[in-house]
């Protein structure tokens, strides 16, 4: 392993739905934020930013492998970026061995001025074992921290879910005297990302589309400290009124963010204003100036499936992959001097993913297929600069251009790092992350004097591992409320919520908690009076110095009508959901799916008959994510079930 500059070397989640820099933003459950010590604040204020490359980054023309240039231009003899004239690659650092010189893109200027300062570092050859080349299955084994391998293929959690709920337990779904701000911020992308999933809380996204890139950001920029009276008739103005009224803790997320965001300032006007990228990172180094804690932000840039015009026909510089590689280029740059330029850049990591790399060889429309192992990249000034793993090896692909085991570092090693040397993860939180194989296994991208001291590691336990939490209808006119516990720690009682609208919640039951304990512990109590029809239950549990952790819901629907049966199953389901009806008599009715905020996903007309029908009910078009489905009659019967929808 070579690297260059090797700087100073002698050493979850509820959410939150919000729109920023022109693109939507959601936030994720408030937790527990401070490490252990004072000593500890440099490692406590840090922050990594994910940045998605949507579609499958084509590697091959963002790093020409220069020892290769002769197999390189063979096998792209259309796409191949010049090696010589003026529109030849930049040689990005002759120091380094011939087997991992590389030639950057001739448009990524930005990135080779950062890479001179020392602050880029580049991972080569990244991806999972057995990889799948679907965009959305290979995008969710990436989020979820999985890979191709029967064990790790249907992960229904997402790894930033995972880190946030196990790092930051406490003060859940509202902002807090310790922690303002929300840990996780999604910005870029209208579709609920799949990585900050956890088990008892799926995210709710705002879906904002049609939105320029800086049209949020310059509305939120035009607030000012007053609080708004009015709302622009416009897409922003409503989502904005949204945030404002929707619920208490939306709208104490929503002050605080429109509070920081106000507060902060960004150092220059260096940021392309047309750019989608520059203006995402432009509201992270705006929101991070004014004081915003959040640790995660996820950040998204599609249009990197390059099947088919991927240059110019006539110049391979040209087109719509350097058009791409452009924006990175100059957005990153713009950030890491705006970060700088603020006096906050030893805060900030970046890191750079795309779901896999591109095929090998060119396919004859001036683009490349889907392939395999990518490169990822990650930014800052507290990275050791230089290049970790070899070029791949172009006589390695087969003839259609596949590479064939050039797989040199599994991605969940560099999450595993960030996670631990740089946000200060313990060995117990990367584990539950479920990155446990990765611990002892890190890459050193990171400056040593600046891996985190594991005397600051987060250790926070679980005050409860929660084995399950069940709500059963009993003879139609109870509830029972089952629980279990495999573990205990500091845990003082329960307490069981009900609430009609799965929004707003009433003590139901307090239930003495057992203190500590390392045995399962079985709990129950009975509902004697529900509420008519659908009733929402959830548990909460407080520890002995008040912290609270809400867990799961559960939907339960009481029906008052006498020969009236309904089943729905599978639960999760993938492609269908099938609904068994038994009544008396013909009626119509509707199917419907809301999202945990309430909102309306799908609906359909549906016919039932006397005696037993079954309904096909698709549900291919809805993304991944908790749900309530409802059958509802024109005759007054109704039934309501919470189901999972997980893609397999």
């Known amino acids: 392993m070579n690297r260059r500059n090797f700087f100073k070397i002698a050493t979850p989640l509820a959410a939150t739905p919000l729109v920023l820099g022109g693109t939507p933003i959601r936030t994720f459950a408030n937790q527990r934020l401070l490490q252990n010590t004072i000593d500890c604040e440099e490692v406590a204020e840090r922050i990594l930013v994910v940045i998605h490359f949507k579609g499958g980054n084509d590697g091959l023309n963002t790093l020409i492998p220069i020892e290769q240039y002769s197999d390189y231009i ?10 010589s004239g003026i529109k030849s690659y930049i040689d990005l650092d002759s120091t380094l061995p011939l087997e991992q010189q590389v030639g950057l893109h001739p448009v990524m200027t930005g990135f080779k001025s950062l890479y001179d ?3 880029v570092s580049i991972i080569q050859n990244t991806g999972y ?106 897409q922003y103005g409503s989502e904005l009124e949204y945030i404002t009224n929707v619920e208490s803790s939306v709208s104490l997320y929503a002050q605080r963010i429109t509070q920081v965001f106000n507060q902060g300032l960004n150092s220059h006007t260096n940021y392309d204003s047309s750019s989608d990228l ?63 330029g603020l006096g906050i850049e030893d805060k900030v990591l970046t890191v750079t993913f795309s779901e896999f790399g591109r095929n090998a060889n060119e396919n004859g429309a001036l683009g490349t297929d889907h392939g395999t192992v990518a490169p990822m990249f990650v930014f800052g000034s507290a990275v050791n600069a230089g290049i970790i793993g ?51 296994n890190k890459i050193p991208f990171i400056q040593q004097d600046a891996i985190a001291d594991p005397d600051c590691y987060l250790t926070n336990i679980l005050p409860i591992t929660l084995t399950s939490f069940t709500a059963e209808v009993v003879d139609n006119d109870k509830v029972a409320l089952k629980w279990q516990t495999a573990t205990e720690i500091n845990n003082a009682f329960f307490i069981i919520e009900r609430s009609k609208d799965g929004i707003t919640f009433e003590d139901l039951f307090e239930v003495p908690g057992a203190g500590n304990s390392s045995i399962p512990i079985n709990y129950s109590e009975m509902d004697e009076t529900p509420l008519p029809g659908t009733s929402y239950y959830r548990l909460k ?28 199953y599978p639960n999760p389901a993938d492609r269908f959901i099938y609904i068994g009806v038994t009544i008396s008599g013909d009626a119509k009715g509707t199917v419907e799916v809301y999202s945990m905020n309430g909102q309306v996903v799908k609906s359909v007309s549906v016919d039932v008959y006397d005696g037993y029908s079954k309904i096909p009910f698709n549900v291919s078009d809805i993304p991944s994510g908790q749900y309530a489905v409802q059958l509802r009659l024109d005759n007054g019967y109704f039934y309501t079930s919470k189901h999972v929808i997980r893609r397999s």
């Open 74 to 83: 063979n096998r792209r003899p259309t796409l191949a970026i010049p090696d």
């Open 129 to 234: 074992e057995l990889p799948n080349l679907s965009h959305f299955k290979s995008s969710e084994l990436w989020f979820s921290g999985g890979d191709g391998t029967t064990d790790n293929f249907n992960i229904p959690t997402g790894w930033m879910g995972r880190y946030l709920n196990r790092s930051y337990r406490g003060y859940v779904g509202r902002p807090s005297e310790v922690m303002a701000d929300p840990p996780g911020i999604q910005l870029g992308d209208s579709k609920q990302s799949v990585g900050f999933l956890s088990e008892s809380e799926f995210s709710v996204a705002i879906n904002l589309t049609g939105q320029d890139p800086t049209g949020f950001y310059n509305q939120v920029n035009e607030i000012g400290t007053a609080p708004m009276d009015s709302f622009p008739t416009s």
């Open 541 to 568: 549990q407080v520890d002995f110095d008040g912290r609270e952790n809400r867990h799961n819901v559960e939907v339960v629907t009481l029906s008052d009508k006498e020969g009236f049966i309904v089943e729905m």
């Open 117 to 119: 300062e020392g602050k």
């Open 390 to 440: 070899n070029n791949p090896i172009l006589n390695n692909a087969d003839a259609s251009g596949q590479y064939q085991g050039e797989l040199q570092h599994d991605y969940r090693q560099v999450y595993a790092t960030l996670l631990q040397d740089w946000l200060g993860a313990s060995d117990t939180v990367i584990a539950e992350t479920q990155f446990n194989p990765y611990i002892g």
């Open 278 to 340: 520059g203006n995402q990172l432009k509201t992270v180094a705006r929101l991070v100036s004014g004081g915003c804690k959040t640790k995660l932000y996820l950040l998204n840039l599609p249009g990197f499936d390059t099947h088919a015009q991927q240059s110019e026909a006539t110049d391979p510089i040209e087109g719509r992959h350097a058009l791409l590689l452009k924006e990175i280029s100059d957005a990153i740059k713009a950030f890491q001097d705006d970060l700088s």
